[in-house]
């Protein structure tokens, strides 16, 4: 898996695209703080790759004397996919000092703003859980997908899919997500509003950038520790899918378990 060129190479273009990632005057509101998540996709695409390519050899039928057992061989390659989630580690610190050294991030616009906005350590964390998850998803597919040609185009939809973090942003479908992007927009009052009677801690968000009225860019630190209970819980159920017969039933268990308790607590987290 290590010797795949496929994740360095997209671990390559995963940091350029953060690098890029600056305040500039005139932004959408929250644009910068918005971009440096979605920019962990392309690494999460080659680390499905190159996980999922030893999965699909698992398909061949292994002589039953076989001295290693499925679930071993199972076992096996997951551990070897191990040193990517080190790498999506690693490149999380790169993030959260790249973040130190621009300031800070922009957040708002007057009378309600920052900018000097960082991740909290339970956003920077789902970038690890992340990468949890596209290992699970590499083993699923390149398990159950019987034509190894169609793995990569079916792993570059999903996770363009992903990245389109937009699609969740209601607050009814932000716990749904698999790449959860905050802030979340939060109407407050109309466009005759006096920003300043709103509370001085709200980050502000109004017309041209609403459709008219007052919405709250809201960060909350607990909404994403659930929302990395429900990845987990994600991660869990893929590996149900791949799994031997042996064990599957654990894993879906567990899993289902984990989702269903991290939709849970976003849902009761969010206002």
């Given at each position: 898996m290590l010797r795949n060129p496929v994740p360095w190479a997209c671990l390559a273009l995963t940091t350029w695209l953060m690098w890029t990632v600056r305040p500039e005057p005139g932004e959408w509101p929250g644009s910068s703080y918005e971009s440096m998540v979605p920019a962990v996709a392309s690494?999460?695409?080659?680390?499905?790759?190159?996980?999922?390519?030893?999965?699909?050899?698992?398909?061949?039928?292994?002589?039953?004397?076989?001295?290693?057992?499925?679930?071993?061989?199972?076992?096996?390659?997951?551990?070897?996919?191990?040193?990517?989630?080190?790498?999506?580690?690693?490149?999380?610190?790169?993030?959260?000092?790249?973040?130190?050294?621009?300031g800070g991030l922009w957040l708002g616009m007057?009378?309600?703003?920052?900018?000097?906005?960082?991740?909290?350590?339970?956003e920077l964390s789902q970038l690890v859980v992340l990468a949890l998850v596209a290992v699970a998803l590499g083993a699923a597919l390149g398990r159950r997908v019987s034509r190894l040609v169609a793995l990569v185009p079916a792993l570059f939809v999903l996770w363009f899919v992903v990245m389109v973090y937009w699609l969740f942003g209601n607050p009814a479908v932000t716990p749904f997500s698999v790449m959860q992007v905050q802030p979340i927009q939060l109407p407050v009052g109309p466009g005759t509003a006096d920003p300043l009677s709103f509370p001085s801690d709200w980050l502000l968000v109004g017309a041209p950038h609403t459709s008219g009225g007052w919405d709250r860019q809201w960060v909350s630190e607990a909404l994403a520790w659930w929302h990395d209970v429900w990845l987990l819980g994600l991660a869990a159920l893929l590996l149900g899918v791949a799994w031997p017969r042996r064990g599957r039933r654990v894993w879906l268990a567990v899993g289902a378990v984990l989702a269903v308790a991290g939709l849970v607590g976003q849902h009761v987290v969010i206002p």
């Open positions: 690494l999460l695409f080659g680390i499905s790759v190159a996980v999922a390519v030893p999965f699909h050899r698992a398909r061949h039928e292994v002589a039953p004397a076989a001295p290693v057992s499925e679930v071993q061989r199972a076992v096996a390659r997951l551990v070897a996919a191990l040193p990517f989630v080190g790498v999506a580690a690693a490149y999380t610190g790169l993030v959260a000092w790249r973040e130190r050294d621009l007057e009378p309600g703003r920052t900018t000097e906005a960082f991740h909290t350590m339970a």
